[in-house]
């Protein structure tokens, strides 16, 4: 059974479904994400990682229930608006500009200045400092992003995202289809991430990738969630990890 949320989680999913079409995707799904957390969404493909996170930023094509992300509902916001309240979302798919440059991809994906309720500044990223926690990007500011390799993209992506200064990274399959160094790096930049105190939900069928990085789990088959705990209670539960994930 999923954990009440507590007042003071950024991100709040209860009873989310959504739809493509007649096909329903998402059974009433309940999550949360807290302050410097890293969770991960995990399951086999097909159980529905990707729709949640499309869920909560609008592009599912119907959705139903409730997502409240900084104490304010988003049901019914766009995409856009999402993303100025400070949600930032790295999709599968990418989705840069590949007849920009890096730098260029970079300046598309600036926002101003962030602040916590507290007043507090929410970590600000220059192009300067992500080339510090990419250094792969560094000497490629010129480069047209179309002549990059997948795994340079899926960082670009990832540094594009973290220009928009977000409270919370919604992050889907950052290990999927790139090569073994550059998973390496990912888990190394998800780490430099959390240690600057950044919150992410993560979508991730790796259980190696989340196991490194990951502090909560809920585990989907079939578009419900079936497990929530601990990154490690799930490591150690072989059953739920043969029942639900494979492995």
């Known amino acids: 059974m ?3 949320a507590p007042t003071s989680a950024l991100l709040t999913l209860s009873e989310v479904n959504a739809w493509y079409g007649a096909a329903h995707v998402l059974h009433h799904i309940d999550l949360h994400v807290g302050q410097g957390e890293v969770v991960a969404l995990m399951g086999r493909n097909g159980a529905g990682k990707s729709t949640t996170l499309k869920s909560i930023m609008g592009l599912a094509p119907k959705r139903t229930g409730q997502i409240v992300f900084m104490g304010q509902s988003i049901i019914g916001y766009q995409p856009y608006q999402i993303a100025r309240l400070g949600l930032g979302y790295v999709p599968e798919d990418r989705r ?8 260029e991809n970079l300046d598309v994906g600036r926002q101003p ?3 916590w309720p507290d007043g507090q500044a929410v970590t600000t990223w220059t192009a300067d400092k992500l080339y510090e926690l990419f250094p792969n990007l560094a000497t490629m ?5 179309s002549a990059m390799s997948g795994g ?9 995202t973290l220009m928009g200064n977000p409270f919370l990274i919604l992050l889907d399959e950052p290990s999927e289809g790139i090569a073994p160094v550059i998973v390496e790096q990912m888990i190394a ?8 105190g950044a919150s992410i939900l993560l979508a991730e069928q790796n259980i190696y990738f989340a196991q490194l ?17 601990s990154m490690a209670e799930l490591t150690a539960n072989e059953a739920v990890r043969q029942a639900y994930l494979g492995l």
Not at 141 to 145: E, F, K, L, M, T
Not at 152 to 160: D, G, I, P, S
Not at 189 to 196: N, R, S
């Open 189 to 196: 930049m998800i780490l430099a991430l959390k240690a600057h």
């Open 213 to 229: 990085v990951a502090d909560r789990v809920y585990v989907l088959e079939k578009g419900a969630i079936r497990y929530s705990g």
């Open 96 to 103: 840069i500009f590949t007849d920009l440059t890096v730098a």
């Open 152 to 160: 340079e993209q899926q960082m670009l992506t990832v540094a594009r």
């Open 2 to 4: 999923t954990a009440q």
């Open 141 to 145: 500011g010129q480069r047209p992003a």
């Open 113 to 115: 200045s962030r602040y």
